[in-house]
């Protein structure tokens, strides 16, 4: 079963880009649909967006004017890099993958990523 | 736009529970189910509405289609005293709902 691991700094400052990393084990990336959600304290889950093995992406369109993901395969490892954020963008990430896009079957345990000054 | 209700439910152990996740429109049957515990990320427990994922009780159990689903817990036990969510995979974005919380009473 593919496990996931979440890893970056904890506190971002405004204005700056926030920048995390998924590394990948127990299963071959190109078997999956890779996806990263967050969730603000105490509020509901948001996608993200989703990334293939192959490179090709789709954005939650709320977002997609500041986000970018990618994906090493060498490395087993899938990145996200939110720019310009904000006290909005507090929150705990998840890295998400599935057999498809239409659910998430794995989850990691997810990287709490506070934005202040 | 998912809705989920009740927004919270009061029940005892060995109570049924049964919530709610109405679509704004038809997500075919592409509609999961996770259960979220307080610092934990979220389970996946249904997929395509009705699918138990590995290791889920068979106390757990979903249906509907297009705008309706429901997913029911025949009885429950203490460890399924959660927050639950749906998500939608049949359109984009994927979204999810609000959450319903299943509390002790």
């Known amino acids: 079963q593919v496990q996931l691991q979440e890893s970056g700094p904890g506190l971002v400052k405004p204005s700056e880009t926030l920048s995390l990393t998924c590394t990948v084990s127990g299963g071959s990336m190109g078997s999956y649909y890779w996806s990263w959600i967050r969730q603000p304290p105490g509020k509901g889950l948001e996608w993200i967006g989703y990334i293939y093995y192959s490179g090709s992406t789709n954005y939650n369109p709320s977002l997609k004017s500041r986000v970018s993901m990618s994906v090493d395969t060498s490395r087993n490892q899938l990145s996200l890099n939110l720019r310009s954020v904000t006290a909005a963008d507090t929150a705990v990430y998840y890295c998400?993958?599935?057999?498809?896009?239409?659910?998430?079957?794995?989850w990691g345990q997810g990287a709490q990523v506070a934005v202040s000054s | 736009v998912l809705t989920q209700s009740p927004a919270t439910l009061s029940l005892s152990p060995g109570e049924g529970a049964t919530l709610s996740c109405r679509a704004s429109q038809s997500v075919g049957n592409y509609l999961a189910w996770y259960q979220q515990k307080p610092g934990q990320a979220p389970r996946l427990l249904m997929y395509?509405?009705?699918n138990r994922a590995a290791g889920v009780p068979a106390r757990f159990s979903g249906s509907g289609s297009g705008t309706d689903f429901t997913l029911t817990i025949s009885y429950l036990e203490p460890e399924d005293f959660a927050i639950y969510y749906c998500q939608q995979g049949g359109s984009w974005p994927r979204t999810f709902g609000g959450g319903a919380k299943v509390e002790i009473k």
């Open positions: 998400a993958s599935g057999y498809s896009t239409y659910y998430f079957a794995f």
């Open positions: 395509e509405a009705s």
